[in-house]
Every structure is written in C-alpha cells, then in structure tokens.
C-alpha cells in the first residue's frame, strides 16, 4: 500500500513501526466556532484514511485533538461575556453532533490542551534545558536557528523565510521566525502555573506533548489539511525531534482545501457555510460522496449546486441497492453467476495507490452497471449472488468510505426514530417557549399514529405500538 508522504514528497510503501498497530494523529478543530464545510473535508478524509486502514485489519489508534485554550476563543469569550470554559464546551459538544451526523467514527481520544498542562510544561521544559528554548521574562520561545532540520517538511529554508517575512517584528525574539511555546499571562485570560510564570501555551506545542502522550515519540500517520504544513507541523516536527526522537513523524498526509469560488473556504475571510447547515439540507452520504469523487490532496472548489449533483450520482447506488433488496432469491439450480471479485480487486488497488477514492467509485460505477445489466437479463438470481453484491457494496461504500446503504434495523436506529426524536426536541422547544398548544398537538398526533411520549426528569421517551 502506498502513501504519499509529504516529509520526502514520495509516495512510499505503507510500513507502521509496529504492525498491526497503526498510530495515527490528525490535528482536530479550535472549538471557539461551528465548524465550516472546509474543515468537514479534513475530518472526513482523515476518517476514510482510517477506516481503509481498518478494512485492511491494521489495529488503528487514532487521535484528534481539541484546542481549548487559544486567542480566538478567549476573542469570543470576551464578545459573548462568558467565561472560556463555557464557549469551549458548547463548541465542543456541537463539533461532536456534527461529526457523529457526518457519519465520523470515534476517536480512541480527544485530548484537550488544558488537559495536558503538565505534559506540555514538561516538553517545554526540556526544550530550555537543552537550548532550544529560551525564555524572555516569563514568554518562552524556540529558537528555530538551533535546530538542523528547521523548514523540511514545508521545503523552506530559514534565509528564504527570513528575507520574505510577513511575521510581525518582536524585540524580545532572537530571530522573527521563534515561536511561541509559552505565552506570559495577560490579565482577565485563562493561565497555569509555570517555571516562566503565569501564562497559557502557544499552539504548536500542544500537538507534540499530546501526540506524544497518547501515541509515543514516533508515531505512525499525521495528517491535517495543507494550511498546516507551515508553520505548525514544522515546528512540530522542530519540538518533537530537539526534545525526544529522531522521527516524529513516519508518513505526513496533507489534505487539499476545499474552496468556495476558488478561494479557501475560511472563517477569517468569511467564506463558509457550515457543516451544520449544509446537513439541514443535505444527507451525510452526500457530502462523503462529493468528498470522496475528488482526490484527497487536490483542491475541492464546493457549491451547493455539485452537491446536488453528487445527490443526483448517488441515487443509481441508491436505486441498485432498493432492486437488491427487492430480489427474491432462486432456489433454483444452474442459475447463471455473477462474478464480483475483479470490482473489488479493482477498488483495493485504487485505495492502496494513496487512497486514490476517485479511481475506486469507478470501480463501484463499473460494478453497478454491470451488476445491473445482470438483473436485467436473468429473471431468477442465486441467493449467493445476491449476498455478494450486498457485501461488495457494503464494504466499499459503507465500511470504507462511510456511505451508509442498508438499513441499520437491527441496531434499532432507523428514519422513523430520528424523526420521532426531532419532533420531541420540537416539542421541548415549544414547552420552553411557553408554547403549550403546539407541544401538546405534537404529542396527540403522535399518539394518533400509536406513538407514546412519557415525561420524566431524565427526558421524554417514546413507545411504538406496532
Ligand atoms: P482549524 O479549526 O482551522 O484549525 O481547522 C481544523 C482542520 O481543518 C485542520 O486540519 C485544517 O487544516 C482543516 N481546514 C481548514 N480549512 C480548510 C479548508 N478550506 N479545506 C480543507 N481543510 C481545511
Ligand atoms: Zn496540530
């Protein structure tokens, strides 16, 4: 399997420091905001990544982390005038609605900055105790001169850097490009104890002491959109190597931006739609399928009218899938077969050639109309045939790339649920806004349908009688 590794810019043969295990770090949102349909991309990208290397039975730790503590959100804590706390759990706890209805699998961990205060001191303290660091009355920064490597993942040389610099002017730097690893408290912002004093950590060396924490010196896979390679994974890899290894980071995977008319779709330029409000109109399977026609590590440029045509390209999935279900299987003998296994050949090596998702939805297209023309000419179909092309479909549409098909009716989740669930959070809405006709006309047309709602202190619940 090949990867293509940002740090050599090769693709290189997939080899984990310790197969099966798989240790895989992606850098996760600042939770001060929703997050935009640009990070969705990332998110998603970096899941497929994950489930394709847990369809090819790697044992897959992966780790995304949760910048609480940072200028943005201390910004917006002071706007809203509430503390940073509750601006970091409220987004934090909407950043886990929206990737659970982006259909993104859990971490293993979703370690928090403020969480890791003494690990992060720690790494920054063996960083000044080795010279790397230097501290000016209580701002700790790195000193990229000392370190060797400084610029090869971003294929930047410091005198280039130097020269071009828009890095604003700081007397207390020895050189414009040090960073800052420890930034002095200010007054009215959150800060910890620490050798320098009082103060809170910069961005960068958060991921080192987390990644470290949860996955060890050298980890696997690191990914994060193409914004990222500078400065903050340089100077991940210029932390993590001064302080503890000589590879931080075995294979680098970078994901291309999604645009909005050919510009990067940000929160600062103001360009976005969120991912929230993007799925109040359209299905997770259709943002996956959109993501998924595009190469990860190109640029995506979005428009709600390509989604529409994504939604358009998947209703022939969509369509094959409903003709499957509604096959009845021949117990008949000398039934012609249907061979599957070249599409799925066809599709792993698409996959194996660096998550190449494009090339493999061509095997799915090949396979659904060939499959198709199968059904049209034989009036009766084994049942073998029909389990196979159900798990074809499964396992690369669902298992890998997240495109959720069959029906989930035994793990008890279906539309009807989600429906009845949305109409009690309706109601609940109602009740708070004091709206008592329109949350008891919900529950009596429910119950005229023969669905129950029970109140307690825990919530409403709800029976189905069939
Ligand atoms: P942030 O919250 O801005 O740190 O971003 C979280 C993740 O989304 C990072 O991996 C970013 O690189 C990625 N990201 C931000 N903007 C875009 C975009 N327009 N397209 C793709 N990925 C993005
Ligand atoms: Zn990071």
Redesign the pocket.
């Known amino acids: 399997m090949l990867i293509y590794n940002t740090l050599t810019k090769k693709k290189e043969e997939f080899i984990p420091k310790n197969s099966p295990n798989v240790t895989m770090y992606?850098?996760?949102?600042?939770i001060y905001d929703y997050?935009h349909i640009?990070?969705a991309?990332?998110?998603v990208m970096s899941d497929i990544v994950r489930r394709y290397l847990e369809y090819k039975n790697f044992d897959v730790k992966f780790v995304m982390n949760l910048?609480d503590v940072d200028d943005k959100l201390i910004k917006k804590a002071n706007e809203e005038n509430v503390p940073v706390e509750q601006v970091a759990e409220k987004y934090a706890d909407a950043f886990f609605e929206d990737i659970e209805k982006l259909g993104i699998k859990k971490a293993t961990v979703y370690p928090k900055a403020t969480e890791h205060m003494q690990d992060i001191v720690d790494l920054i303290k063996n960083l000044v105790d080795t010279d790397y660091a230097y501290n000016v009355d209580g701002n700790v920064f790195y000193n990229v001169n000392k370190f060797k490597g400084y610029g090869k993942l971003s294929g930047k040389n410091i005198d280039d850097l130097e020269s071009g610099a828009r890095i604003e002017i700081n007397e207390e730097k020895k050189n414009p490009l040090d960073f800052s690893l420890w930034k002095k408290a200010k007054p009215n912002e959150p800060a910890w104890e620490s050798p320098w004093g009082k103060g809170r950590p910069g961005w960068h060396i958060e991921c080192s002491a987390m990644s470290m924490k949860h996955l060890g010196e050298t980890i696997d896979i690191h990914a994060?959109?193409?914004?990222?390679i500078f400065p903050h994974h340089e100077n991940e890899i210029a932390q993590s190597e001064a302080c503890c290894t000589n590879e931080f980071v075995k294979y680098w995977i970078h994901?291309?931006?999604?645009?909005l008319n050919q510009e990067?779709?940000?929160k600062s330029l103001g360009n976005f739609f969120t991912a929230r409000e993007i799925l109040k109109e359209h299905s997770a399977n259709s943002i996956r399928y959109l993501f998924s026609q595009t190469h990860y590590s190109g640029p995506l440029n979005f428009s709600k009218e390509l989604l529409e045509s994504s939604e358009k390209g998947l209703e022939k999935i969509y369509n094959l899938v409903q003709r499957i279900e509604n096959i009845k299987p021949s117990m008949a003998d000398n039934l012609n077969t249907f061979e599957n296994e070249r599409y799925l050949f066809a599709f792993e090596s698409a996959m194996d050639d660096n998550f190449n998702t494009p090339q493999a939805l061509a095997s799915i297209y090949d396979f659904i109309r060939d499959f198709n023309k199968f059904l049209n000419k034989n009036d009766q179909v084994a049942k073998n045939d029909i389990i196979k092309a159900k798990d074809f479909l499964t396992k690369t549409l669902t298992d890998v790339l997240g495109i959720v098909l069959f029906s989930t009716e035994e793990k008890g989740e279906s539309k009807e649920d989600d429906l009845i669930k949305l109409l009690i959070e309706i109601r609940q809405k109602a009740k708070l806004d004091k709206n008592y006709s329109l949350a008891d006309e919900i529950r009596n047309k429910l119950s005229e349908l023969g669905i129950t709602l029970a109140d307690s202190k825990e919530g409403t619940t709800y029976k189905i009688s069939k």
């Open positions: 992606v850098c996760g949102p600042t997050f640009g990070n991309r990332s998110f910048t994060g959109g193409n914004d990222l994901f291309g931006f999604l645009n990067k779709m940000s």
